[in-house]
């Protein structure tokens, strides 16, 4: 596809996606663009603009069909397959991905852990055992990682990601709470708590004034 999607579009869609799963749990064999913004708290018309930018969905009166349109975006999101991560890091957030369920019903299998604290290296997490991080990219060859989720103290940040590229990572989703530097062929997202908590404080202080 050579238009290129903004962020916010496929947030929007993952969004689209829970509302549908929604319904296609109720037994709800079609749906209006209309519904499906209120209850996305959107507009009609900011669904079809979404929607028209990979193909054509749905029909007009008929509204689209709940099971095939959840598919169809499922297809857009690549979340047709199995997605294979290594997680770098076994703090507390690192443990926290691990254990959250909805990661591997969406595809997510998190089949390497690494940690250099030597009272968690060869812990067993459910199927997988902490592995030293001396050992992160023979794991990540040897498992056919995908994806990495980094969740390492800021000083350490960059030279994990570094060595997650050289192992041949082309997606990774940083906890580091800074932004790293990366190759133009590989895609970084940042998760920044504290920002996210900014925004939310500004919202809420411009909200109280007139």
């Keep these: 596809m050579s238009q290129k999607i903004s962020d916010s579009t496929i947030r929007r869609l993952s969004v689209y996606l829970r509302l549908l799963e929604d319904l296609e749990k109720a037994g709800t064999p079609t749906v209006s663009s209309e519904e499906l913004a209120r209850r996305g ?17 749905g029909k007009r009166g ?9 598919s169809r975006v499922r ?39 690494v940690d250099n604290d030597p009272e ?16 992160l990219e023979d794991a990540i060859r040897s498992e056919k990682v995908d994806m990495a989720i980094v969740a390492v103290p800021v000083e350490a940040g960059q030279s994990v990601v570094d060595r997650v590229v050289s192992a041949g990572v082309r997606g990774i989703l940083n906890f580091a709470p800074t932004p790293l530097q990366v190759p133009r062929d590989v895609w970084i997202k940042d998760v920044n708590l504290v920002i996210e908590m900014e925004a939310l404080s500004y919202a809420l202080s411009q909200g109280g004034e007139d």
């Design 120 to 135: 968690k290296v060869g812990t067993q997490w459910g199927e997988v055992r902490i592995r030293p991080q001396e050992e």
């Design 75 to 113: 297809r857009i999101l690549g979340l047709s397959g199995a997605w294979r991560v290594a997680l770098v890091g076994a703090g507390r957030i690192g443990s926290a991905l691990f254990a959250y369920p909805n990661l591997a019903s969406r595809g997510f299998h998190i089949v390497v852990v």
């Design 41 to 57: 708290g959107t507009t009609a018309a900011q669904i079809r603009k979404d929607l028209s930018l990979f193909g054509s969905f």
């Design 62 to 70: 008929l509204g689209y069909t709940v099971a095939e349109l959840a």
